[in-house]
């Protein structure tokens, strides 16, 4: 069996995505590097939302720091779902080693 490719959180030459292929002895020195990577883009991004929170509710904010925000909030969205996507990636890999049950906790409804 195949290791499913990790999405890396960076781009690759000419930014097209970066993945990587984990070797048989599991966690290395380039995964280790995206865990990091997306602990720092996460912690960015929950810095950057309480300056947003705190900006939108000053009436005297400046055109200019509210185009700041909001390029950076775009580039912060656009890491948290590039983790996102990742990380499910390696969710729904790791559901095929389990039974074809239904995960706890996974009911749909009230």
């Known amino acids: 069996m195949s290791a499913q490719p990790r999405l890396l959180p960076w781009n ?6 970066c993945y990587l ?3 048989e002895e599991g966690t290395g020195h380039v995964s280790k590097l995206a865990d990091e990577m997306e602990t720092f883009h996460l912690r960015m991004a929950t810095e950057l939302l309480g300056h947003a929170v705190e900006l939108l509710g000053n009436p005297k904010a400046e055109v200019e720091e509210l185009r700041f925000l909001s390029n950076r909030m775009v580039e912060a969205l656009r890491d948290v779902l590039r983790i996102a996507e ?15 049950g239904p995960a706890q906790g996974s009911e749909v409804g009230g």
């Open 12 to 17: 690759g030459m000419n930014g097209q995505p």
């Open 21 to 23: 292929v984990p070797g």
């Open 86 to 100: 990742s990380r499910g990636m390696r969710l729904d890999m790791s559901k095929g080693d389990e039974d074809d």
